[in-house]
């Protein structure tokens, strides 16, 4: 789950001394081991994301072949799109979403709730221009073993503290049955909305055959392994 300053820095076509100048100057998460900087992947795909630098997905791939991670259109028909989320705070949004989301059995969705708000706490999942990714820090674990994404477009523009000040009014948010599955998606997901065409398409917002033939291309320009 951990990558060195060496290899981050090869896979994205940077040198080391850029990989370092984030860790001590623009809060790239790592800590030392051996005297050498490790980064954990969870916290490198928050920071990217949160900076909007664009990170190979291959790097957050699955090493065991037998695991199938799903697509984000796979996810995302699974878990559903909603349009026009009543609330006005991120609680009571979130607490929307989390209503409409497919939770594992034994899942409480108000533990669920609250664990979301104490992510929001540790720093905003808004990624700027409207869009925010409210995830937990590990994955929600389902026992069936599918992972889901929901998109939800609020009715009402929030202040979820973005970076760049503007008020979210769309909302990602992962259920997935493992780390590896979280990862997948997550940063497949950041590919995706790298693209403005994409982004456009949200804020329109699109309908949901719009935006699903929308996801499924885009997923084409996926770099493969």
């Not at 409207?130 to 992972?147: D, K, L, M, T």
């Not at 780390?179 to 997901?189: E, I, R, S, T």
Request: net charge negative.
């Amino acid at each position: 789950m951990f990558l060195k300053v060496t290899d981050l820095a090869a896979s994205i076509g940077v040198d080391e001394k850029t990989v370092l100048n984030w860790i001590k100057n623009k809060g790239l998460p790592a800590h030392k081991q051996d005297d050498r900087y490790r980064i954990n992947r969870v916290d490198l795909l928050e920071w990217a994301t949160n900076q909007g630098i664009t990170i190979p997905p291959e790097i957050f791939a699955a090493s065991d072949e037998s695991t199938h991670l799903s697509t984000v259109s796979e996810a995302l028909q699974y878990g559903g799109i909603f349009y026009d989320l009543p609330g006005n705070t991120p609680e009571s949004a979130l607490r929307e979403v989390v209503s409409r989301l497919k939770l594992p059995p034994g899942l409480d969705p108000e533990f669920l709730l609250q664990t979301l708000l104490a992510r929001e706490a540790l720093g905003s999942t808004a990624l700027g221009n409207g869009i925010a990714i409210p995830h937990v820090r590990n994955p929600i674990v389902g026992r069936a073993g599918e992972s889901a994404i929901s998109l939800c477009f609020l009715k009402n523009p929030i202040d979820f503290d973005a970076v760049d000040g503007q008020p979210v009014t769309i909302l990602f948010t992962l259920v997935t049955p493992h780390v590896k599955g979280h990862l997948n998606l997550l940063a497949k997901l950041a590919f995706l909305l790298h693209d403005q065409s994409f982004q456009n398409l949200l804020h329109r917002p699109g309908s949901e055959t719009e935006i699903m033939t929308a996801v499924r291309a885009l997923e084409e320009t996926i770099p493969r392994r």
